[in-house]
C-alpha cells in the first residue's frame, strides 16, 4: 500500500507539472505572435485543454488504453467506467486518467500555434475535439495500449512521436491547408519576417515548458519508486541544454547574430528529441541528441518555410514534428540497449522508423480528412479584413492589450 500511494502521488505531481506546461505553450505562442492575437492565442489554449479533458475522458481514453481490438485501436471503458487490469496498473485509474489527459492536451495544443493569427476560433475547436477524442488516442494505443506497435518493440518511453510528431504532422496539414498569413510571402515566394510581439514572453513559456517537461518525462514511469526518474530528469535536461547550446552556436555561424527566437526553439527541440529516448540513452547520448536538434531545428524552419512555403508563425512544425521523429530515430542509435551506436544491429532502428512512419501517415491522412471537412462545413480561414484588424476583436470582441497603441505589422508586398 505504501509503495502504491508513493507511486500516485509521484504520478499526480507529475500530472500537475505537464499542466503548467499548457501555460507555457501559450505563452511561446503568443510571445511569438502579434499582439492583437494575443487572446485569442491564450482563448484557444485554454479551450483546447477543456474541451480536450471531456473528450478524453469520455471518449480518447477508452480508445487508446481499452482491451486491444487487432492492435490498432481499444474498445472498452468509455467514461472511464469498467475494467482495466489488462493495465496493470500499480495506480488508480483516475490518476492515470489524469496524467494521459495531460498528454492528449499537449497533442491538440501544438497546432494551434504552427495556425496562428488567421484561424476561425470555431474550426480550432472542432479540430481539437477530433484529435484528442480519436486522432492521438489511436496512435497512443498502438504504442502504449497494447497495439501493433509496441509489439514490434517500438521505444517511444515519453512520446517524441506519439505526442510531439503527431501534433507536429497536424500543425503541418493544417497550416498548408490555410495558407500563409496576409503578407508572409513576396509574389515570387519569398518569406518575410513577422516578428512576434513579445520575445519576453517567449522566453518565459520556454522556461516553464522546460520545467514542466521534467514531469512529461520522468512521470512517464507511472511510478515514483522506480529510481530511473533520476537518470530521466537529467537526459532531458541534457539535451535541452545541448539543443539550446547548438541552436545558437549554429544561428550565429549562419546568421552573423546569435537569434534569440531560434536558441529559445532549440531548447525546445532537444526537449522533443529526447522524449523518445530519455530512459534508454546514456547522458552522453542525451547531449549528442539534443545538440542534433538544435541544429535541426534551424534547417527545418528553413525547409518549412522557403521549400515548402508553409507559414508556421512559431515553428512548431520543426520542433515537434520534425524535431519528434528524429529523437524517435536516435533511439535506434543511442540506446543502450539494443541501440546500433551499442552492437545492438540495426533491428530497434527499423522498428523505429516504422513507427515514424506509421504515425505520420495516418496523422497526416486523418489531419488532411478532417482539415478539408471543417473548411467545406464551417471555413478554416477568417476574412482578410478580420485577420488584419487582428482576431482579438475579430473572433472575441475584445483586445489583450486595451491600453496600448500598436503599429501595424503587416509587411509590405513587393
Excluded at 481539437?128 to 518493440?153: C, K, M, N
Excluded at 510581439?197 to 515548458?209: K, R
Excluded at 537518470?231 to 535536461?237: F, L
Aim: hydrophobic share 55%; glycine share 14%; net charge negative.
Amino acid at each position: 500500500m505504501t509503495e502504491m500511494a508513493i507511486d500516485t502521488i509521484w504520478v499526480l505531481l507529475a500530472a500537475f507539472l505537464v499542466f503548467i506546461m499548457q501555460l507555457g505553450f501559450a505563452m511561446v505562442e503568443s510571445g511569438f505572435t502579434r499582439a492583437k492575437n494575443a487572446g485569442n492565442i491564450i482563448m484557444k489554449n485554454v479551450m483546447d485543454f477543456a474541451c480536450g479533458s471531456l473528450l478524453y475522458w469520455s471518449v480518447g481514453f477508452a480508445l487508446m488504453f481499452g482491451v486491444s481490438r487487432s492492435g490498432f485501436i481499444g474498445g472498452n471503458g468509455f467514461f472511464a467506467l469498467g475494467e482495466f487490469a489488462h493495465l496493470d496498473l500499480n495506480i488508480p485509474v483516475p490518476a492515470f486518467l489524469l496524467f494521459q489527459t495531460m498528454f492528449a492536451a499537449t497533442a491538440a495544443t501544438i497546432v494551434s500555434g504552427a495556425m496562428a493569427e488567421r484561424t476561425k476560433f470555431v474550426s480550432y475547436l472542432l479540430y481539437s475535439v477530433v484529435i484528442t477524442a480519436v486522432i492521438y488516442p489511436v496512435v497512443g494505443h498502438w504504442g502504449w495500449g497494447g497495439g501493433w506497435l509496441e509489439e514490434l518493440g517500438f521505444v517511444d518511453f515519453a512520446g517524441s512521436t506519439i505526442v510531439h510528431s503527431v501534433g507536429g504532422w497536424a500543425a503541418l496539414v493544417g497550416a498548408a491547408i490555410l495558407g500563409p498569413r496576409l503578407g508572409k510571402f513576396t509574389s515570387d515566394k519569398k518569406p518575410n519576417a513577422i516578428p512576434g510581439h513579445s520575445i519576453t514572453l517567449g522566453a518565459m513559456g520556454v522556461f516553464i515548458l522546460w520545467f514542466g517537461w521534467f514531469g512529461f518525462n520522468a512521470g512517464s514511469t507511472i511510478a515514483g519508486m522506480d529510481l530511473s526518474i533520476a537518470h530521466i530528469v537529467v537526459t532531458t535536461n541534457l539535451a535541452a541544454a545541448g539543443g539550446a547550446v547548438l541552436a545558437m552556436a549554429f544561428s550565429w555561424i549562419r546568421y552573423g547574430k546569435p537569434d534569440v527566437s531560434l536558441t529559445l526553439n532549440g531548447a525546445l527541440a532537444g526537449l522533443v528529441g529526447i522524449t523518445a529516448g530519455t530512459a534508454d540513452v546514456d547522458f552522453m547520448g542525451a547531449a549528442l541528441i539534443g545538440a542534433g536538434a538544435g541544429v535541426l531545428i534551424i534547417l527545418a524552419v528553413e525547409f518549412i518555410e522557403k521549400v515548402l512555403h508553409v507559414d508556421d508563425p512559431v515553428g512548431a512544425v520543426a520542433v515537434h514534428g520534425v524535431c519528434g521523429a528524429y529523437g524517435t530515430v536516435m533511439v535506434g542509435f543511442f540506446a543502450t540497449d539494443g541501440g546500433l551506436f551499442y552492437g545492438g544491429g540495426a533491428a530497434l532502428l527499423s522498428v523505429q522508423a516504422i513507427g515514424v512512419l506509421a504515425v505520420a501517415a495516418w496523422t497526416m491522412t486523418t489531419a488532411f480528412i478532417l482539415f478539408k471537412a471543417i473548411n467545406a462545413v464551417v471555413g478554416l480561414r477568417v476574412s482578410a479584413a478580420e485577420e488584419e484588424e487582428g482576431l482579438d476583436v475579430g473572433e472575441h470582441g475584445m483586445e489583450a492589450y486595451a491600453d496600448f497603441v500598436a503599429k501595424s505589422s503587416v509587411p509590405q508586398v513587393h
